[in-house]
Structure formats: structure tokens, C-alpha cells
């Protein structure tokens, strides 16, 4: 081998030396952005609307009341005349619940002017206010 086939062969060793270089630290910034655009995605507290199937139509919601419906709910808050699947249910509640199935919502009542509160005395026994 003469010198100027050494220096080919040095500048080839160079050439490909770089662009393997360049290709990794391009493969490395697209890891890294990858990695945190699936995480600002996905985290709440960057994204808190999730997105996913519930009874079978994609829908969205806040993180953090996914699946608290029932704790806001003045109905499931011991009102006496919520009684969902019985002739004595509560005609409010029967539209809402109608009014959620036809547009796939979910809407727990804040305030309601019919509510009355299920009490019990101490022997299990309904007093009802
Ligand atoms: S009265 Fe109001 S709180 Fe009670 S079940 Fe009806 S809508 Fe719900």
C-alpha cells in the first residue's frame, strides 16, 4: 500500500467515521423527542384530557374526575328519590340519564332543587326529611 492509498483509505475511515455519527446523534434527538412527546401526551399534569372507550364510543375526559362521577353526584349522595331502574325513579334523573345515553355523556348533578337527603336512624330504620 503507498501513501496515497493509506491517505484514501484514512479519509474514507474519516468519512464514514462521521456519518455514522450524524446518523446516531440524528437517531438519538428523535428518541429523545419521541420519548417526551409521548410523555407530554400522555402525562397529566401536561394533558390532563385523556381520550378512551367507554361503552364503546371513543370519548374524552379529564384525568383526574375519570371514574368520579358517582362522588359528585347529588343523586348518588343518598337522595331518597334516586332509584334508577324502578317505575319510582326520579323523573330528573330519568331525563339526565336519557338525555347521557342519547349523546354518550357523562353529567353528575352539582345542584338540584328536589334533592332530599336518605337518612337512617341508629336501628336501620328510613326517616326521611
Ligand atoms: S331529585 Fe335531584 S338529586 Fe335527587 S335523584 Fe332527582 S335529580 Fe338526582
Redesign the pocket.
Known amino acids: 500500500m503507498n501513501w496515497l492509498e493509506f491517505s484514501n483509505l484514512l479519509w474514507f475511515i474519516v468519512f464514514v467515521s462521521l456519518v455514522a455519527f450524524v446518523m446516531w446523534s440524528c437517531l438519538s434527538s428523535i428518541k429523545f423527542v419521541w420519548k417526551y412527546w409521548k410523555e407530554w401526551n400522555t402525562h397529566p399534569k401536561y394533558n390532563p384530557i385523556e381520550i378512551y372507550v367507554h361503552h364503546g364510543r371513543v370519548v374524552s375526559v379529564r384525568s383526574d374526575l375519570k371514574g368520579h362521577h358517582r362522588e359528585f353526584?347529588?343523586?348518588y349522595?343518598d337522595?331518597?328519590?334516586?332509584n334508577p331502574g324502578t317505575p319510582y325513579?326520579?323523573?330528573?334523573?330519568r331525563a339526565?340519564y336519557e338525555f347521557n345515553m342519547k349523546y354518550d355523556l357523562v353529567t353528575p348533578?352539582w345542584e338540584?332543587?328536589?334533592?332530599?337527603k336518605y337518612f337512617q336512624d341508629q336501628k336501620g330504620k328510613e326517616i326521611n326529611e
Open positions: 353526584c347529588l343523586c349522595n337522595c331518597v328519590r334516586f325513579n326520579c323523573e330528573i334523573a339526565l348533578v338540584c332543587p328536589e334533592y332530599t
